[in-house]
């Protein structure tokens, strides 16, 4: 296994714009979450995968922010008009689904500032 | 809802010493399991220990070993023999045994290790 990739490592927006994020799964892992976590915290649910359903949203995931996972790889995270609340890390992991031993493999994380 | 406490935001061990890190849980399944991932600084987060809760054995790792007590709902993080690279912070999480593996982790914990 190569890993949980994100892309990119590092994004500086300002307000109001678009942002796009991207997450490489492990290969062959059928689930796919995405995590926020801010500074002195720890993640947070967003969203995940099952395939290329999802599965559930949280609560935190306004209308601004969408997700999705065509044909059940990669995913991406879009947030629409960035507000500075949005500035966090912005976690992807990815599962086998497998009972007891599903263990969710995390990713390096996307840092969003937003000016 | 489940939640995660970890009250302690930091703590500090001598290179060599014992150190253990305290998480407390509150939840009305009975089926669950509970981990400890770390989180070096800059770095991706990796996991550490699990534990199902339906075994009443404590699991262990190598130098990590949990403290499990389900009526107390308290999942205790013991690093033996500490390493430099022990360094980092330190998240005890909870994830249900029903369709959604989503992870609820608590605030974290700063561990230092002094040389």
């Known amino acids: 296994d190569t890993g949980v990739s994100q892309d990119p490592r590092h994004k500086i927006t300002k307000r109001g714009q678009n942002v796009t994020f991207r997450c490489d799964p492990i290969?062959?892992?059928?689930?796919l979450y995405w995590y926020r976590q801010t500074l002195g915290q720890g993640p947070e649910f967003l969203t995940y995968f099952q395939n290329e359903a999802q599965l559930e949203k949280s609560r935190l995931l306004s209308d601004r922010f969408s997700a999705e996972r065509p044909k059940g790889s990669f995913s991406t995270l879009e947030i629409q008009r960035t507000e500075q609340g949005d500035s966090a890390m912005y976690l992807c992991?990815?599962?086998?689904?497998?009972?007891?031993?599903?263990?969710?493999?995390f990713g390096p994380g996307t840092r969003l500032l937003v000016l | 809802a489940q939640t995660v406490t970890q009250s302690q935001p930091e703590m500090s061990v001598q290179e060599a010493e014992t150190v253990t890190l305290s998480c407390t849980y509150d939840?009305?399944?009975?089926?669950?399991?509970l981990f400890w991932y770390k989180q070096p600084p800059s770095r991706q987060m990796i996991l550490v220990i699990r534990q199902e809760a339906y075994k009443q054995q404590n699991a262990t790792e190598n130098r990590f070993s949990v403290n499990f007590q389900k009526a107390a709902k308290s999942f205790s993080l013991k690093i033996s023999d500490s390493q430099l690279g022990d360094a980092a912070m330190y998240f005890c999480a909870y994830r249900s045994a029903g369709a959604n593996s989503k992870l609820t982790f608590g605030k974290g914990i700063t561990l230092s290790v002094r040389p």
């Open positions: 939840t009305s399944e009975s089926d669950y399991y």
């Open positions: 992991a990815s599962s086998r689904l497998g009972g007891y031993q599903e263990t969710q493999y």
């Open positions: 290969s062959e892992h059928n689930r």
